[in-house]
T-cell receptor, first 116, second 116 residues
Framework: AQKITQTQPGMFVQEKEAVTLDCTYD???????LFWYKQPSSGEMIFLIY??????QNATEGRYSLNFQKARKSANLVISASQLGDSAMYFC?????????????FGGGTRVLVKP | DTGVSQNPRHKITKRGQNVTFRCDPI?????LYWYRQTLGQGPEFLTY????????KSRLLSDRFSAERPKGSFSTLEIQRTEQGDSAMYLC??????????????FGPGTRLLVL
């Protein structure tokens, strides 16, 4: 089974509107962290936001917020007031505390294209 | 700029040749990771170091791959006898163990390898 699932391969969003990117995860580890990264065409993975499994409140970072629904095992990213520069691939990733290597496991990504 | 740097950014080689990539982590980050990303996919974990010790290797890391991190600073990833299937983006990331729960991995710009 996939540990991280991103069901939306691509999305269009109008400039200045909000967009929600879906992410569901699968783990039996009670302690884990969820990350979102942005990857522009240049290739660099840019860290956006983090949510810990024990965090009581949804994480927010500027225009980025994370809709964390633990019981449903979902961690959707919301980008508010989209800008042209938000056009990129977005990856959801998970780190399980018990996972060997402290590695991140990534989903397949969602491509976002912001239309002017 | 104190981010993660990788060299070279692009590498084209012929099948059977050896290639070596370098990663310079963020200063004082004690953990360093290598990931591989093929076209249209999320990154996949290859290996990681804590200081100079290589603590975990993925099954993806065949015998033709070797990584080092002498003195716990920069790291090199060498691929011997390259194959066309090795064509991918090789991403390096570093993190600070002292961050504890939220140990965010910061990525470099990657090295794009094309094996002809």
């Amino acid at each position: 089974a996939q540990k991280i699932t991103q069901t939306q391969p691509g999305m269009f969003v109008q400039e200045k509107e909000a967009v929600t990117l879906d992410c569901t995860y699968d783990t039996s580890d009670p302690s884990y962290g969820l990350f979102w990264y942005k990857q522009p065409s240049s290739g660099e993975m840019i860290f956006l936001i983090y949510q810990g499994s024990y965090d009581q409140q949804n994480a927010t970072e500027g225009r980025y917020s994370l809709n964390f629904q633990k019981a449903r095992k979902s961690a959707n990213l919301v980008i508010s007031a989209s800008q042209l520069g938000d056009s990129a691939m977005y990856f959801c990733a998970m780190r399980e505390e018990k996972a060997a290597g402290n590695k991140l496991t990534f989903g397949g990504g969602t491509r976002v294209l912001v239309k002017p | 700029d104190t981010g993660v740097s990788q060299n070279p950014r692009h590498k084209i080689t012929k099948r059977g040749q050896n290639v070596t990539f370098r990663c310079d982590p963020i200063s004082e980050h004690n953990r360093l990771y290598w990931y591989r990303q093929t076209l249209g996919q999320g990154p996949e974990f290859l290996t990681y170091f804590q200081n100079e010790a290589q603590l975990e290797k993925s099954r993806l890391l065949s015998d033709r791959f070797s990584a080092e991190r002498p003195k716990g600073s920069f790291s090199t990833l060498e691929i011997q006898r390259t194959e066309q299937g090795d064509s991918a983006m090789y991403l390096c990331a570093s993190s600070d163990l002292r961050q504890l729960v939220q140990e965010t991995q910061y990525f470099g710009p990657g090295t794009r390898l094309l094996v002809l």
